[in-house]
Nanobody
Framework: QVQLVESGLVLVQAWGSMRPSCAASGRTVSTDAIGWLPQAPGKGRECVTGIKGRGDSLYYAGAVKGRFTISRDNAKNTVYLQMNSLKPEDTAVYYC??????????????WGQGTQVTVSS
């Protein structure tokens, strides 16, 4: 059974940085795709960045490109999300998810519990 556990800072000021992590157990992080899907109040979850494959194929949504960086430590079986130049609109619960997605919108079968990220103005 796959388990994903997110951790990271909860509150940061605008233009600040944080680096939440997603530790996996039950499956290696290099096996499937792993994405970060924030969910703001009243909105659905949408993948903003992901990494998959042994060749480290990367995905970034336009809203985070240049500000967020996803990386993977295979030895620790952990994926990291470096978030820079944070904006209040980045405020959301961030879920880490793993699966065999082909388009970063569907196919995530395992989910973490989510970690609240709040960016104050």
């Amino acid at each position: 059974q796959v388990q994903l556990v997110e951790s990271g800072l909860v509150l940061v000021q605008a233009w600040g940085s944080m680096r939440p992590s997603c530790a996996a157990s039950g499956r290696t992080v290099s096996t499937d795709a792993i994405g970060w899907l924030p969910q703001a109040p009243g909105k659905g979850r949408e993948c903003v960045t992901g990494i998959k494959g042994r060749g480290d194929s990367l995905y970034y949504a336009g809203a985070v490109k240049g500000r967020f960086t996803i990386s993977r430590d295979n030895a620790k079986n952990t994926v990291y999300l470096q978030m820079n130049s944070l904006k209040p609109e980045d405020t959301a619960v961030y879920y880490c998810a793993m699966g065999s997605t082909a388009n970063w919108s569907q196919g995530f079968g395992s989910w973490g519990q989510g970690t609240q990220v709040t960016v104050s103005s």
